[in-house]
C-alpha cells in the first residue's frame, strides 16, 4: 500500500494550490480516502473525504466553499483543490485512506494507510 502526496508549497493569502494523492496496492473500488492536515504544535485533523467508487464527499466546516475533493479513476489519483487560502491553512497535508464505501470518519485513527505529508504555507 502506497499513499503519494505532492503539490504543496508557499502560496499568497488568497492564492490557490492542487494536491495530489497517488494511491497503489490498494482495491480502489473499496476504499475512501481523505486529506487531513497538522500545524505545528496541533493536533492532526480532517480536511475532506472521498469514497472512490461513489464520489461521496464529506468537509470540514472550515473549508466548506473553498477546498474541492475530487478523483480520477484512469490516474488513481485524489486531488484536493484548495482556493482562497488564508493563512490558518498552513499545515502538513497528509492523504490517507481506508476501507470502506460509506463512511468518512474525521478521526484520524480510523484511517489505517497514510501517504508523506506534503507542506502548505499560505502568507499574509
Known amino acids: 500500500v502506497q499513499l503519494q502526496a505532492s503539490g504543496g508549497g508557499l502560496v499568497q493569502s488568497g492564492g490557490s494550490l492542487r494536491l495530489s494523492c497517488v494511491l497503489s496496492g490498494l482495491t480502489l473500488n473499496s476504499n475512501g480516502v481523505g486529506w487531513f492536515r497538522q500545524a505545528s504544535g496541533k493536533e492532526r485533523e480532517f480536511v475532506t473525504a472521498?469514497?472512490?467508487?461513489?464520489?461521496?464527499?464529506r468537509y470540514a466546516d472550515s473549508v466548506k466553499g473553498r477546498f474541492t475533493i475530487s478523483r480520477d479513476h484512469a490516474e488513481n489519483t485524489v486531488y484536493l483543490q484548495m482556493n482562497t487560502l488564508k493563512p490558518e491553512d498552513t499545515a502538513l497535508y497528509y492523504c490517507a485512506s481506508r476501507q470502506g464505501n460509506t463512511w468518512l470518519p474525521s478521526d484520524p485513527n480510523s484511517w489505517p494507510y497514510w501517504g508523506q505529508g506534503t507542506q502548505v504555507t499560505v502568507s499574509s
Open positions: 472521498i469514497t472512490w467508487r461513489t464520489g461521496n464527499t
